[in-house]
């Protein structure tokens, strides 16, 4: 299933979640398989946001080819979340900053497969 919160057909950001069944109300708390948002933000602005959480320890950080284009992939407490242990590949897409992100573990072998099939225009 899938919600989709912000469209962007107007400019802005992307927001689209996903879940087996049925997608769980959007918070910092809830735990859906997947988050795909498309922020309209440079790439190295973005990352920021990850910095203090690899720094303390909360969050390890990877790089990894998507589509030719190294991605940041940090692992563990995921931003501006009180408890969720998932991952977050972030790259840059022409001008925007992709995030695709998983909030639960259970779904890290998903979240790769799914990372290592995607394919956008540069």
């Known amino acids: 299933s899938v919600y989709e919160a912000k469209d962007a057909a107007n ?8 879940n ?3 997608v769980y109300p959007v918070s910092a708390s ?10 309209n933000q440079a790439y190295d602005s973005y990352i920021k946001t990850y910095d203090d959480y690899v720094k303390s320890g909360r969050m390890s950080v990877a790089v990894r080819p998507i589509n030719g284009e190294n991605a940041n992939v940090y692992t563990g407490q995921l931003p501006n979340t009180d408890k969720l242990q998932g991952i977050a590949a972030v790259f840059k897409v022409r001008d925007k900053t992709a995030v695709i992100q998983t909030d ?10 799914l990372i290592d099939s995607v394919k956008f225009n540069r």
């Open 11 to 18: 400019g802005g950001d992307y927001e689209a979640y996903l």
């Open 20 to 22: 087996p069944d049925k």
């Open 30 to 39: 809830s735990i859906n398989a997947l988050r795909v948002v498309i922020k």
């Open 104 to 113: 639960a573990m259970v779904f890290e072998g998903d979240f790769y497969t």
